[in-house]
């Protein structure tokens, strides 16, 4: 008598699998990033960001449960995705001027970053109204990479490189020097954020007056 094959296994149908919840906030933060850079902090709602990142309300509530939460998240994400790629920690053979370009093309990179200064106009838009946004962006942008280029001249200052007396407030004087004009004028004179090359350029100033200085040294008498 012939033995019958057992078919094989069907496979189970079932539910498809459900996307990882990390997967889900990613995007998101894409979502929210659009509706608050078209439409502001104020104007724009949860149910506008859940449509446009295909999700149901429910899922951002139980991912996000408020907007103040969602912008203070889709900030530090910002951050973290950004400290977790670079490091600082310029390699140990190059002089100590090129070391500092480095390093400062790094913070530029994040703080003329088109985003970033995006999320910085929604934050001087509507602070007189939502408050928390100031110290959120401060908290989780300003404060952070000031600190992490702080850490690296207190680096440079063990190694016997340069000496400050407050590597904190001079790594904000140092951000300061790189970004803050081309910032304000993106942001209150509409002007166009600078190229790569205009953003070189200006490094490479702020170095060499960080380190050097401007004042003509004096020629000895003979």
């Not at 670079?86 to 090129?98: G, P, R």
């Amino acid at each position: 008598m012939t033995k019958v094959k057992p078919s094989p296994e069907k496979r189970s149908r079932g539910r498809p699998q459900l996307r990882p919840d990390d997967e889900t906030r990613q995007i998101v933060y894409a979502a929210a990033r659009h509706e608050f850079a078209a439409n502001g902090f104020a104007a724009t709602s949860t149910e506008t960001v859940a449509r446009r990142a295909g999700i149901s309300t429910k899922t951002l509530y139980r991912l996000i449960p408020t907007k103040a939460d969602l912008f203070e998240a889709l900030v530090s994400d910002r951050l973290d995705r950004f400290l977790s790629d670079v490091n600082l920690n310029v390699a140990s053979d190059v002089d100590i001027e090129t070391a500092l370009r480095a390093a400062l093309m790094i913070c530029a990179d994040l703080t003329l970053d088109a985003e970033v200064v995006a999320l910085q106009r929604i934050v001087l838009q509507e602070a007189g109204q939502f408050s928390d946004l100031a110290a959120t962006f401060y908290r989780n942008g300003i404060a952070r990479t000031v600190t992490a280029l702080a850490d690296w001249l207190g680096g440079q200052i063990k190694r016997g490189e340069i000496e400050l007396d407050d590597p904190i407030e001079a790594a904000g004087i140092l951000i300061g020097m790189v970004a803050s004009a081309p910032q304000r004028a993106a942001i209150y004179g509409g002007i166009p954020l600078p190229s790569r090359s205009e953003i070189e350029q200006r490094v490479r100033t702020c170095a060499r007056l960080f380190l050097r200085g401007c004042q003509v040294k004096e020629m000895n008498s003979h």
